[in-house]
């Protein structure tokens, strides 16, 4: 008989090793706000989010479909552990309140930088090396009213040269990854082991 080795267990969390990415929202008053969330997936050319329904973010999205999806590098993982305790929510919502304080200009906050965007009204983030245009087709609420999940229609891709396999519409994973959120520490990921039948990049990675 095999040893039982698992635990049963319910944490209070289940980011396990989910990527960082900042959204950059329109408010109602024409300036932006800027939020890091860690519930981010694809599908084509679709994105998928996660967000609490008490979100400022969310409710700028309800009103104001366009944002931007910038996916954040290891590197940048203390800038965004200044924007987490922050919202651009004016009041706090009262739930909200014994852990997060209102801020009005978060790209200062975090010392990231605006970058004017192509199709959408809200900026690019500056810094981040991988920049999704996009606009929101469907917020559908779950979790008993506690989440919002978002599905976005990716319109334009904004990639560093650095991160790109010369010569090709590519992303070269050799050359860059995104931070990795993993039971709310931050992490980078670990060296490649091996890839995908379906890798275009394989072969070409420099």
């Known amino acids: 008989m095999t040893p039982r080795t698992h635990l049963v267990i319910r944490p209070s969390i289940l980011y396990f090793g989910t ?3 900042l959204l950059t ?4 008053d024409g300036t932006c706000n800027l939020a890091p969330i860690s519930s981010a997936w694809a599908l084509g050319q679709h994105l998928v989010l996660g967000l609490g329904s008490e979100s ?12 931007v999806i910038n996916v954040a590098s290891p590197d940048l993982w203390q800038h965004v552990e200044r924007l987490a305790p922050l919202t651009g ?22 010392g990231l930088t ?13 810094e981040c090396a ?3 245009e996009a606009r929101a087709r469907a917020l559908t609420p779950g979790g008993a009213g506690l989440f919002v999940t978002v599905e976005c229609e990716v319109l334009r891709v904004h990639a560093a040269e650095r991160i790109v396999v010369p010569g090709t ?9 995104p931070l990795i959120y993993n039971f709310r520490h931050y992490h980078a990921l670990a060296p490649e082991i091996g890839h995908g039948f379906r890798s275009e990049t394989a072969r070409t990675a420099v």
């Open 19 to 21: 990527p960082v990415v």
């Open 25 to 28: 929202t329109g408010n109602a």
């Open 56 to 67: 400022h973010t969310a409710r700028n999205l309800a009103q104001r479909p366009e944002l």
């Open 89 to 110: 929510a004016d009041p706090v919502p009262e739930a909200k309140r014994p852990v997060y304080r209102h801020e009005r200009d978060k790209f200062a906050a975090a």
């Open 114 to 126: 605006p970058a004017a965007s192509d199709l959408v009204g809200p900026p690019r983030v500056a």
């Open 130 to 132: 991988l920049q999704l």
């Open 169 to 177: 519409q590519h992303i070269d994973p050799a050359a860059w990854s």
